[in-house]
């Protein structure tokens, strides 16, 4: 009888293709170009041939898959041999250099077929070696197009250079920013502007630790983004925060510039009672805050007071009859309404307070004499007040309505005449 031959188990096509991946990836550099340009030529989606080199270079360069774990085992070296020990650092640096300027060269030019993630790790990897500009600043540019794609972790891209007083590359961070803002709108669009305003504030936050950013380079990465990328300011006040807090020798000019950056007006509740108390900000800063506030109960407080059962936009569209509220509801709207009454009044007596505090401050610096004011038409008729000197840095009026003094009569006090 003849054997019959078993049949080839069957394989899914994902477990295929992660098969045809391996197999491709046993090649060489070269061989891989070549086996790339084949697979390209024929019609391969540009997203599978991405998958196709991200899987090639984290094979081969374990630090581009972002797995700590991958790093510390694997082959580092662009051939399937074991490097000799004859194999100078040197050697091994040019490979991994020739390696990382082949993968730019061969990326696919279209925008999402390589994860911006792995992006950013490949330049990590460029800088590290120090590859030619030109495959730094393609890379770059592809980087910028696709920002909004990124994470927080790997655009905190170390610095290499020794020029650099800084941690973290913030120059480069910059320039990628820049080349986003630059970009076409319709290109980058509103959403994306946003994401990428929120991850530049949460890079900042994480960049003002260290002592050795500077300020121009804080407001120069700030600025970079128009003012209307941002919907909410409260992630760019934590990082103006963090950098005053690591940088206590901060002038105050220099406090002042920071606080320009953001706007009152964008920040949260939350975010605004943090600032009225925060000590690190300049007064008129938290003056802008405590107005922004003022403004916005005020404004809240008219709406609910001007809106009539016949303005009402839920029944002047439809013009259906005003429905009587409950008791309950009756309730629960004069408590609301007390209580941004009570929260404008308190922010009115912290803005009366602090401009009495400026006040003070600026009659301090005076030519060291307190300036006496005029009391008034009470105090010349004898129901005012008069400044007793003796009573702190400011003086202090006292109450003498209906009292004559014994020295105003001209008698000489009792302990005056014991000590003579």
Same mark, same amino acid.
């Given at each position: 009888?003849?054997?019959?031959?078993?049949?080839?188990?069957?394989? /899914?096509?994902?477990?295929? #293709?992660?098969? +045809?991946?391996?197999?491709?990836?046993?090649?060489?550099?070269?061989?891989?170009?070549? !086996?790339?340009? &084949?697979?390209?030529?024929? &019609?391969?989606?540009?997203?599978?041939?991405?998958?196709?080199? %991200?899987?090639?270079?984290? =094979? +081969?360069? /374990?630090?581009?898959?972002?797995?700590?774990?991958?790093?510390?085992?694997?082959?580092?070296?662009?051939?399937?041999? *074991?490097?000799?020990?004859?194999?100078?650092?040197?050697?091994?640096? $040019?490979?991994?250099?020739?390696?990382?300027? %082949?993968?730019?060269?061969?990326?696919?030019?279209? =925008?999402?077929?390589?994860?911006?993630?792995?992006?950013?790790?490949?330049?990590?990897? @460029?800088?590290?070696?120090?590859?030619?500009?030109?495959?730094?600043?393609?890379?770059?540019?592809?980087?910028?197009?696709?920002?909004?794609?990124?994470?927080?972790?790997?655009?905190?891209?170390?610095?290499?250079?020794?020029?650099?007083?800084?941690?973290?590359?913030? *120059?480069?961070?910059?320039?990628?920013? =820049?080349?986003?803002?630059?970009?076409?709108?319709?290109?980058?669009?509103?959403?994306?502007?946003?994401?990428?305003?929120?991850?530049?504030?949460?890079?900042?936050?994480?960049?003002?630790?260290?002592?050795?950013?500077?300020?121009?380079?804080?407001?120069?990465?700030?600025? #970079?983004?128009? &003012?209307?990328?941002?919907?909410?300011?409260?992630?760019?006040?934590?990082?103006?925060?963090?950098?005053?807090? @690591?940088? /206590?020798?901060?002038?105050?000019?220099?406090?002042?510039?920071?606080?320009?950056?953001?706007?009152?007006? =964008?920040?949260?509740?939350?975010?605004?009672?943090?600032?009225?108390?925060?000590?690190?900000?300049?007064?008129?800063?938290?003056?802008?805050?405590?107005?922004?506030?003022?403004?916005?109960?005020?404004?809240?407080?008219?709406?609910? &007071?001007?809106?009539?059962?016949?303005?009402?936009?839920?029944?002047?569209?439809?013009?259906?009859?005003?429905?009587?509220?409950?008791?309950?509801?009756?309730?629960?709207?004069?408590?609301?309404?007390?209580?941004?009454?009570?929260?404008?009044?308190?922010?009115?007596?912290?803005?009366?307070? $602090?401009?009495?505090?400026?006040?003070?401050?600026? *009659?301090?610096?005076?030519?060291?004499?307190?300036? +006496?004011?005029?009391?008034?038409?009470?105090?010349?008729?004898?129901?005012?007040?008069?400044?007793?000197?003796? *009573?702190?840095?400011?003086?202090?009026? !006292?109450?003498? @309505?209906?009292?004559?003094?014994?020295?105003?009569?001209?008698? !000489?006090?009792? +302990?005056?005449?014991?000590?003579?």
């Amino acid at each position: 009888m003849r054997k019959l031959e078993s049949p080839e188990p069957y394989i /899914p096509p994902q477990f295929a #293709a992660e098969c +045809w991946f391996d197999d491709v990836c046993i090649l060489d550099m070269d061989y891989f170009v070549k !086996t790339l340009s &084949g697979v390209t030529a024929k &019609g391969v989606r540009p997203d599978l041939v991405g998958s196709l080199i %991200t899987h090639y270079a984290c =094979k +081969w360069l /374990p630090e581009l898959s972002g797995d700590e774990s991958a790093e510390k085992g694997g082959p580092t070296t662009t051939n399937s041999e *074991e490097p000799s020990p004859e194999s100078t650092a040197t050697a091994s640096w $040019m490979k991994k250099r020739f390696f990382v300027e %082949t993968l730019v060269g061969i990326l696919p030019p279209e =925008k999402d077929s390589i994860p911006c993630d792995f992006l950013l790790r490949l330049l990590r990897a @460029a800088n590290r070696v120090g590859v030619d500009p030109a495959y730094q600043a393609l890379l770059e540019k592809r980087i910028s197009w696709q920002l909004d794609q990124a994470s927080l972790k790997e655009l905190m891209v170390p610095s290499f250079s020794h020029t650099c007083g800084t941690l973290l590359d913030v *120059e480069l961070v910059l320039r990628l920013v =820049k080349g986003y803002v630059n970009l076409d709108e319709a290109v980058r669009g509103g959403a994306a502007l946003v994401k990428v305003a929120k991850l530049v504030d949460s890079y900042l936050a994480e960049a003002a630790v260290d002592s050795n950013l500077s300020l121009p380079e804080f407001v120069a990465l700030a600025g #970079a983004l128009p &003012g209307h990328a941002r919907s909410i300011d409260d992630e760019l006040y934590r990082a103006i925060d963090v950098y005053l807090k @690591a940088h /206590p020798g901060v002038s105050k000019k220099e406090r002042k510039s920071l606080c320009r950056l953001m706007d009152s007006r =964008k920040l949260s509740p939350e975010a605004s009672l943090h600032a009225a108390q925060n000590e690190r900000l300049p007064v008129r800063a938290v003056i802008q805050v405590l107005f922004s506030e003022q403004t916005k109960l005020t404004r809240q407080f008219d709406r609910s &007071g001007s809106f009539s059962a016949s303005r009402s936009p839920n029944f002047g569209l439809l013009e259906q009859p005003a429905r009587c509220l409950s008791k309950r509801e009756m309730t629960a709207q004069q408590n609301e309404i007390k209580r941004l009454r009570d929260d404008v009044l308190r922010l009115q007596s912290l803005c009366i307070s $602090m401009q009495g505090q400026i006040e003070r401050m600026s *009659e301090k610096k005076s030519k060291g004499f307190f300036r +006496w004011k005029k009391l008034g038409s009470g105090f010349r008729s004898g129901g005012g007040g008069v400044v007793d000197e003796g *009573e702190g840095e400011y003086g202090r009026q !006292t109450p003498v @309505a209906g009292v004559k003094s014994k020295l105003v009569q001209g008698r !000489t006090p009792k +302990w005056r005449k014991s000590l003579s």
